[in-house]
């Protein structure tokens, strides 16, 4: 059976994912509107991911005799000023995200649930890689600036992330 304090924070922790995924399934619906397809693709993509992260904490949740409650989901922002904030906001996003899975960690350590501490290294690492890219993707966005040439091939360039799951598109 689950430690109580360490089932309710992964429950807040599914409800932290599911929320990422709503806020870059909303950058994506931006990149849509302002006619820049390769980056809605990419923040699309990120949005799945983040579902898979949500999935995997509530399976494990579920693995370990845990009871998952689902809660309301914030509403995200819908619009941002250009490229460049949308990215800045993925990655002070993505810093908070590491910030809650290391506060995980020091409560599955507390209240000495080991198979947990090991469970949530697969998070600490992929929140690196997480950083990492956002961090990537920002940084060659302010050297382009918003000239419409470098956005464009970014844009070009973004478009080849591929989805985790094609869902059948309506006919
Ligand atoms: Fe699930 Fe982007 O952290």
């Not at 390769?38 to 983040?50: D, H, L, N």
């Not at 590491?98 to 507390?110: G, K, W």
């Not at 970014?154 to 799951?165: C, F, K, Q, T, Y």
């Amino acid at each position: 059976m689950i430690n109580e304090r360490v089932e309710k924070a992964l429950n807040d922790q599914v409800n932290a994912e599911i929320y990422s995924a709503y806020l870059y399934l909303s950058m994506s619906s931006y990149f849509e509107s302002v006619n820049l397809p390769g980056f809605a693709q990419w923040m699309k993509a990120q949005a799945q991911e983040e579902m898979v992260h949500a999935m995997k904490i509530y399976d494990y949740v579920i693995e370990r005799g845990g009871r998952m409650l689902l809660g309301a989901i914030e509403a995200p922002p819908s619009q941002w000023d250009n490229p460049v904030a949308a990215f800045e906001a993925t990655l002070e996003h993505e810093r908070k995200v590491t910030a809650l899975i290391n506060d995980l960690v020091e409560i599955a350590l507390a209240e000495k649930d080991h198979a947990t501490n090991i469970f949530l290294q697969w998070f600490v690492s992929e929140q690196v890689e997480e950083e990492a890219s956002v961090d990537g993707v920002l940084q060659k966005l302010k050297m382009i600036g918003s000239q419409g040439h470098g956005l464009f091939m970014m844009d070009r360039e973004l478009s080849s992330r591929a989805p985790i799951v094609s869902l059948p598109t309506a006919e």
